[in-house]
């Protein structure tokens, strides 16, 4: 086989790869994700492959004893492995001294207060841009506060893109907290869409005058604020300084896990965050994969969009990638890759587990209750079931359309829904236009909506005639909230996936005297914080039972006091309910918590079981074995070396 | 492997023949190495009348592949035995557009004959790429080769120049 030349480009961001032409070579080069030739016009005859070290060790694999390195690339490659190796280490670390940090010296009370492992992250995250994914209530906020000021940031400013119920009562919260003894105070802006224009007005005032005033300032919005780009400090053009450092709360919920590395074929979101100028990234979420591997690249990409340039080539490299004759789809991680696939994700990456790093707390108990429907609410359900599966069957829905269905089945297992409220949403086939697409500028009317631009629906509402109920006041009156006998202090939190189940359960208990709140997505931010601090205090008159849709409920709100949790009703992402669910288990208290997850029998709700089943495996599989197989390794490693 | 010669190759898929009539070729044709990435391979459909592919002694034989002429419009226009029906079936291997650009670029660059063009830098950038590809294997051998390595570093700053924006 002929040689080939490796060497890092000009510019320092890609690898050039010269050979003779030779079938074979060009075979083994085309073998590399990104690999592009580059015509002699353009400065070939030539090869570029991305420059990142798994590529870097693919293109060794592939083409290996053929290959002669360039000076730069080899040293490159040279400080690209020292520092992985250094960030590898790093990540093992599970505890760190406060007075091994710099954190100790700016804020010596935050750097006291963390947990070791809390250090160990600040350590970690202080060197460079990661994703912070640990579990839930482990307080990944006063992480990042901590690692900014560890990576020598805290002059800012500080953009923070977090969920409108998170602004105030998380990140205000946390950040004046701990930096109000300092001689700068940090300054905290909140801005959403929520608020009045002159309000948002007066918010970029007082931003700007910091910045003149170079007062160390964290602004802190929606992630509408981001996607909408209108503020010219999201303009790199604009804002030439940049953000000192970047941070996406809860960034599942966002469109980042859907980015692509190229404009306009993602989100719009994952578009404009890649805009932002920002010197150090950090993402944070409790559930980064939802059970599908590819999740995580959207992550890596916002993280170092360099680095991370495309995401089919990423899923090239670790992940099973189908053609099913329509199109490709992405699946798990590629067999016997696991262990690899982790070491690569380590540099950026930050993972524990609640049981790794407080084995006092009692982890949370899973209990299934499988609930027999009424008669009335089980004949409505066959009814349904049977129009589901015609309407799948007639007109052939796809992926959506079918889960639309089924989700629409979830309410009557929850329920007997003893009528239909009507709603109307824009027509999909004209757009809300009323005419015939595709008749050119003829007058017909659409013929999906007959021509009025709009589409009745109807959306079922419960009635509290639910097999249900009767076992979930059987389990609150376990677990001591029984309105026979209301003593004592024991409180509750209960979830479902609709609105519609959380208004009549929240009826249903004030109806049978548990006083009981509610938080959907129209609950306002003050009204949250209320409960939130009322179900917290405790005391007379202070309600026992919050019941919350299952999204709203799961960011953004610690309701600790709460020993048992109810699921009505499943979301199809085990990590929704883990979410919730970690409102009651968290650091902050230690105690046993028990989750009842609450199913009808026969129902779809059993299939989605099945499916989530798998899907959290996937979870643990990926994340949790591999990173614990990992640290093992790297510690053993260490102790040959320290001996 | 080296860039195999440009040279029609053949391979019969499957033979069809009705007696005294006609006789049908299913035929995979391309040029060079087929495992070659750079190289297309297409399949063809051929239909031969039986009278035109039998010789003076009554011996019925195959079309001469030899007449066939990738290059032309017309392919088979200097056959004596032309076939009534010639059509393409179907693209068996796609050739990789990176291959195909590369394989030509490195011939007009490495064969001495081949036009480049007669400015200065297309006849510097072709003596210079030349060098650049002996230097990689003298390095391959010896890696602290100073002489290769100037020649390397050559090369890579004509083109950096060449392309500085």
Known sequence: ?643 | MSVAESKTQFEIIDTNIVPDLYVTFIIDIWEGDRNDPATEVIRYIGVWRAEDLVNGDGEAHDPDWSEYDIARYSRWHRAKAKPICWEQLETVKEADSGAVMMRREYESLTDPEAYVGYSHNSLKHKELYVKFLDAIDVLAEDPDNERAWEDVNAFRQFQALKHEK
């Open chain 1, 1 to 643: 086989m002929n040689k080939a030349f490796a060497e890092l480009n000009p510019s320092g961001d890609k690898i050039e790869v010269y050979f003779r032409y030779d079938p074979d070579l060009v075979a083994c080069i085309k073998e590399v994700p990104g690999a592009r030739f580059v015509n002699a016009s353009s400065g070939g005859p030539m090869w570029t492959v991305p420059l990142n070290l798994d590529i870097a060790r693919r293109l060794n694999s592939e083409l290996g004893p053929s290959l002669v390195l360039g000076k730069a690339l080899r040293q490159w490659g040279k400080e690209a492995r020292k520092r992985e190796a250094n960030l590898h280490a790093l990540a093992s670390i599970d505890s760190v001294e406060p007075k091994d940090l710099k954190l100790h010296v700016k804020i010596p009370e935050l750097a006291e207060w963390m947990r070791g492992y809390q250090r160990a992250d600040v350590k970690f995250m202080g060197t460079t841009s990661c994703l912070n994914c640990n579990e839930q209530g482990l307080g990944k906020t006063a992480e990042i506060i901590g690692a900014i000021f560890e990576a020598d940031l805290e002059q800012g400013p500080h953009l923070v893109v977090a969920p409108k119920t998170s602004l105030e009562t998380v990140w205000r919260y946390e950040i004046e907290r701990w930096t109000e003894k300092l001689e700068k105070p940090h300054e905290v802006i909140t801005y959403s869409g929520e608020m009045s224009k002159t309000a948002r007005e007066n918010a970029i005032e007082e931003f700007w005058a910091c910045i003149d005033d170079d007062w160390p300032v964290w602004f802190v919005c929606t992630p509408q604020t981001v996607r909408d780009g209108k503020e010219p400090f999201m303009d790199p053009k604009e804002f030439p300084d940049g953000w000192a450092s970047f941070t996406i709360d809860e960034y599942h919920k966002t469109g980042l896990p859907n980015a692509s590395g190229k404009k306009g074929t993602g989100t719009k979101f994952a578009d404009a965050v890649r805009e932002v100028p920002a010197r150090r990234r950090y993402g944070i979420t409790g559930t980064p994969m939802g059970g599908k591997p590819i999740k995580l690249w959207g992550g890596l990409h916002f993280l170092y969009p360099e680095q991370f340039t495309s995401k089919w080539q990423w899923a090239k490299t670790w992940l099973i990638v189908n053609n099913n004759g329509y199109g490709s789809t992405i699946e798990g991680i590629q067999y016997g890759r696991e262990d690899e696939f982790y070491k690569a994700l380590a540099p950026y990456l930050v993972r524990r587990l609640k049981s790794e790093v407080l084995p006092q707390l009692p982890p949370k108990q899973y209990v299934d209750v499988l609930c027999e429907m009424t008669p009335k609410q089980k004949k409505q359900y066959d009814t349904f079931a049977a129009r589901a599966e015609a309407e799948i069957e007639d007109k052939q829905l796809n992926a959506i359309g079918i889960l639309a269905e089924y989700t629409r089945l979830k309410v009557f297992a929850d329920a007997y829904c003893d009528h239909m409220q009507e709603y109307q949403v824009k027509c999909e086939l004209c757009d809300g236009s009323g005419k015939q697409p595709g008749m050119g500028d003829t007058e017909f009317d659409c013929a999906f909506c007959t021509g009025t631009g709009k589409i009745t629906k109807y959306k079922p509402i419960p009635s509290n005639e639910s097999g249900k109920l009767p076992y979930l006041m059987e389990r609150l009156a376990e677990a001591g909230i029984d309105p026979d006998d209301m003593v004592g202090d024991a409180c509750a939190i209960v979830a479902s996936q609709f609105k519609e189940v959380v208004n009549m359960v929240h009826a249903y208990l004030n109806h049978k005297g548990i006083p009981t709140e509610k938080i959907t997505g129209d609950t306002t931010g003050e009204e949250r914080a209320r409960i939130q601090r009322v179900f917290q205090a405790g005391g007379e008159g202070a309600p026992r039972v919050v019941v919350m849709t299952t999204t709203a409920g799961g960011v953004a709100i610690t309701l600790d006091r709460a020993d048992t949790v109810h699921i009505l009703d499943e979301t199809w992402v085990p990590d929704d309910q883990e979410q919730f669910a970690d409102r009651a288990h968290r650091a902050s208290r230690m105690h046993q918590v028990t989750v009842y997850t609450y199913r009808s029998a026969g129902t779809v709700e059993q299939y989605i079981q099945d499916v989530n089943v798998d899907k959290a495996a996937i979870n643990r599989q990926i994340l949790d074995l591999r990173r614990q197989g990992f640290r093992a390794d790297m510690q053993k490693e260490a102790a040959g070396v320290g001996g």
